[in-house]
Structure formats: structure tokens, C-alpha cells
T-cell receptor, first 118, second 114 residues
Framework: AQSVTQLDSQVPVFEEAPVELRCNYS??????LFWYVQYPNQGLQLLLK??????LVKGINGFEAEFNKSQTSFHLRKPSVHISDTAEYFC????????????????FGSGTQLTVLP | KAGVTQTPRYLIKTRGQQVTLSCSPI?????VSWYQQTPGQGLQFLFE???????NKGNFPGRFSGRQFSNSRSEMNVSTLELGDSALYLC?????????????FGPGTRLTVT
């Protein structure tokens, strides 16, 4: 069974400072990894994904994440945050299926509330 | 392209009633998944449909059911509502991306059970 741990439930940071949101996963097979953002009273928006290839993936809004297989981590980073980045961020994992057309299911972490302070 | 749409956005029901939520996926997406989001349990997978067939189901009681139509639109039904069913219900549609996939979420339906 998979699991995802987001190590920080709340991260306050000042505007224009860098930020890292941590995510570790557990799985017995190869995985796909995702980061989503949720603004108040909205659904989830896909920020970025790791499916294969380069371990450094770039997403929208200046975010990037690095897949580290040996440490089973997929930390999200942004070099300079804005007030508008205040939101909840979710890390998610899905097993790579053995067969194409297999079911798709995301297992989510508990979320990290990022608050950007002026 | 239009995104994933969910109706209604807000719903208030009484214990013991049943409810049906609707989801229209992004055009061309054939996979639709449902998730429940609560403050206590977080985001939990309910089930996934592909070409009108349920491919996967999460650990929820049989009161939670769903279906998918030939146009890929999906509905989920919760019967005999309990207070603990109060949650944000999120629908997501998926598209294949190479060997993997991308999943796009709708705005959700906020269900309150009183």
C-alpha cells in the first residue's frame, strides 16, 4: 500500500523569500508523483508532475520539484513566493501500473498550508 | 477546453436522505474519479470509472455508489446519509500522458448533512 507524508502542516514565510514544502512517500513499486494546490473554496489545481525522465520537474507559477528515489522524496520549491501563493498544497502518489489502461488512483498527503506574510 | 464541472456546488441534506452528485469531465477524457475531502480524514479516493465500468474502488461503505454514462459524465450517489458524510466531494477526469496520466479536478460539491 502507498502512503504520503507531508512533514509540515503549516509553513509561514515572508514574501519574496524561498520556500520548500516537504513530501515523502512509501511504495513497493515505481510511482508517479504530483503536487496540487487548493485555494479556499476551490478544487485542486495541478502544479506539476513526475512521470518519468528528468528528476527535476518544473511546474506552473514558478514552482519546481525534485524526485529523489533513494530518499523517496518529492519536495516542492519556489525561489521567491508571492502573497498569491497562500494556499494549501497537496502531494500525491500513484503506482505505475503494470498494464496500460489500469486504474488510476491518487493517494494524497495531509496537506501543507503555505501562508505568505507581507 | 472547458474544465471539469460539478453540480450542484452546494447541497444541504438531512440524515437518512440520499443525494446524487454530477460530474462532467473535460472533453475527450474517459476516466472519471471521485474523492471525498474532510478536515479529519483529508482526501480519500472513492472510485474510478472508465468507459462506463468501475475500475477501482476505495474503502467506503456500500452506501456510496457511482456510475458513468456513455458520454463519460458520471454521477455518485450516497444513500442513507450520515452526519459524517458532510464533506467536499471532488470529481477528477484523467488523460493519458505517455506512460503516465494527468488528473484534473473540478471545483467540488460541498455537502452538508444536518
Amino acid at each position: 500500500a502507498q502512503s504520503v507524508t507531508q512533514l509540515d502542516s503549516q509553513v509561514p514565510v515572508f514574501e519574496e523569500a524561498p520556500v520548500e514544502l516537504r513530501c515523502n512517500y512509501s511504495s513497493s513499486v515505481s510511482v508517479y508523483l504530483f503536487w496540487y494546490v487548493q485555494y479556499p473554496n476551490q478544487g485542486l489545481q495541478l502544479l506539476l508532475k513526475y512521470l518519468s525522465g528528468s528528476t527535476l520537474v518544473k511546474g506552473i507559477n514558478g514552482f519546481e520539484a525534485e524526485f529523489n528515489k533513494s530518499q523517496t522524496s518529492f519536495h516542492l520549491r519556489k525561489p521567491s513566493v508571492h502573497i498569491s501563493d497562500t494556499a494549501e498544497y497537496f502531494c500525491a502518489v500513484s503506482d505505475q501500473p503494470r498494464l496500460s489502461g489500469s486504474a488510476r488512483q491518487l493517494t494524497f498527503g495531509s496537506g501543507t498550508q503555505l501562508t505568505v506574510l507581507p | 477546453k472547458a474544465g471539469v464541472t460539478q453540480t450542484p456546488r452546494y447541497l444541504i441534506k438531512t440524515r437518512g436522505q440520499q443525494v446524487t452528485l454530477s460530474c462532467s469531465p473535460i472533453s475527450g477524457h474517459r476516466s472519471v474519479s471521485w474523492y471525498q475531502q474532510t478536515p479529519g480524514q483529508g482526501l480519500q479516493f472513492l472510485f474510478e470509472y472508465f468507459s462506463e465500468t468501475q475500475r477501482n474502488k476505495g474503502n467506503f461503505p456500500g452506501r456510496f455508489s457511482g456510475r458513468q454514462f456513455s458520454n463519460s459524465r458520471s454521477e455518485m450517489n450516497v444513500s442513507t446519509l450520515e452526519l459524517g458524510d458532510s464533506a467536499l466531494y471532488l470529481c477528477a477526469s484523467s488523460i493519458q500522458q505517455g506512460a503516465g496520466f494527468e488528473q484534473y479536478f473540478g471545483p467540488g460539491t460541498r455537502l452538508t448533512v444536518t
